[in-house]
């Protein structure tokens, strides 16, 4: 008989932490999950589910106006937004049901409280009191939103909120150039909220391409954002009005709502890490070698709180890593290279790869780029500016295709198909001989030129 009261306990049921879970207790292991919040984590409950069909929801009014450009007759128009919110959360609902019932099924136990550390193989429930101890624990918290600590910053939202509003502001200032801030801003414009997006620098979605930053930046505009750069709250006041944000260069901007959307760290605080002896960074991740274990060789962590690449499908692809190594004698290191993504903008962003500035870095003039922008056929009867993007970075005398970034409508499925040409490391002349499908936007990118000099 094991001293321990499980094999396995699970400090969050998100995505990483049940598939983790769920694989242990398939092979018979003795598993506990402990969920302080709603099974299925940021993704499911507060992040891209619910925000994607916000963004769908944002999407239908500007579609209702193309519609008259292809014949048909649109009467009254009007947009409820609690019917959307209360739809949202009964399909949030719905699914958090379904990563209970996964774990439920497949014989784990769950605790629906938050787990601390007492040491490193026991934790105390914080709700019941009970304490439990685990020959191997498994730390998938994720992570949760940061705003810097500003004067008045109690006023503000951010995005955990936004999915719960009683009512739409008539205005919103949205801080922040990243992907939640830009995401947030084209699903409030889109439901016809005026949108101000205000950002320390001088380009959205830093870190992504140069050009890739350019037109998202004219497709906020397109979309009636009034886009601020190079300026930073530093006082947020509260008037029987709403709200007054005072910024660094000492502008003011009146608005209803204020939306922090300036990043998100490591959902460590209060965890109890120090007592189990696992180290962090400065930032307050934990800190994992390659097969996810932390500076305490039980004690295993995958998924945001991690740091590395902070996406659902990656975490889920740690879990089961981490189940292949402890439990399956298989050590496996999951490859975070390459990896797809996208951004749900109004239109979206599909990445792939490396951009433009990292492939010079890495491989200096060896290498070439081939881009286009046109508007898409959708586009041309609808009367509609948005044009899509792409750009194709390869490298070598092979030309290995090393990245891919694309701006324009149905980006994020083409995207998926294209990970898989990048991670097979198929080249530029692969892509050539592949017959388009016409007419359609993906075509373009089996017919892509070598940009100008």
Request: proline fraction near 3%; aromatic fraction near 8%.
């Amino acid at each position: 008989m094991s001293k321990y009261d499980y094999d396995l306990f699970v400090i969050g049921a998100g995505s990483g932490g049940v598939r983790s879970a769920r694989l242990a207790a398939q092979l018979g292991k003795r598993v506990a999950v402990a969920e302080e919040s709603k099974p299925g984590g940021t993704c499911v409950v507060r992040g891209c589910v619910p925000k994607k069909f916000m963004v769908y929801g944002a999407e239908f009014g500007n579609a209702i106006k193309s519609a008259q450009k292809y014949g048909w007759s649109v009467g009254d128009v009007s947009f409820d937004w609690a019917a959307l919110r209360d739809s949202i959360q009964t399909e949030v609902a719905r699914l958090s049901g379904i990563y209970s019932n996964v774990l439920e099924k497949n014989g784990a136990t769950l605790y629906s409280e938050r787990a601390e550390f007492v040491d490193d193989h026991t934790v105390r429930l914080t709700t019941s009191g009970k304490e439990v101890t685990a020959e191997t624990i498994l730390i998938a918290v994720g992570g949760r939103p940061w705003m810097p600590p500003i004067k008045g910053a109690e006023h503000a939202i951010m995005s955990d909120d936004a999915f719960l509003l009683d009512k739409l502001p008539e205005s919103i200032l949205i801080i922040g150039g990243g992907y939640i801030a830009s995401e947030f801003a084209g699903i409030f414009a889109g439901m016809g909220v005026k949108t101000v997006q205000a950002y320390r620098g001088d380009q959205l979605l830093k870190g992504f391409d140069d050009d890739v930053r350019s037109v998202a930046g004219t497709h906020q505009k397109l979309l009636g954002i009034d886009t601020r750069f190079n300026i930073s709250p530093t006082e947020i006041k509260k008037t029987t009005g709403g709200y007054i944000v005072t910024f660094d260069d000492g502008s003011k901007i009146g608005t209803d709502l204020v939306f922090m959307a300036t990043g998100r760290k490591a959902h460590t605080a209060g965890l109890g890490l120090d007592k189990a002896g696992v180290d962090m960074s400065k930032s307050g991740a934990v800190v994992v070698d390659e097969f996810s274990r932390s500076s305490v060789k039980h004690i295993y962590a995958v998924g945001d709180v991690t740091d590395r690449v902070n996406l659902t499908p990656v975490a889920i692809r740690e879990g089961a890593a981490f189940v292949d190594t402890v439990y399956n004698d298989r050590p496996t290191a999951y490859d975070h290279n390459e990896i797809a993504s996208a951004v749900f903008t109004i239109p979206p962003i599909g990445v792939v790869g490396l951009n433009e500035t990292e492939a010079r870095a890495v491989y200096g003039d060896d290498m070439e780029v081939y881009t286009t922008s046109f508007k898409p056929m959708k586009n041309a009867l609808a009367e509609k500016e948005q044009r899509c993007y792409m750009k194709l970075i390869t490298e070598g005398k092979t030309e290995r295709v090393v990245g891919i970034h694309i701006v324009g409508d149905d980006s994020p499925e083409i995207i998926q198909a294209l990970g898989i040409c990048v991670k097979a490391g198929l080249t530029k002349a692969d892509f050539d001989r592949t017959c388009a499908v016409h007419p359609t936007l993906a075509e373009e990118i089996v017919t892509l030129k070598a940009r100008a000099s």
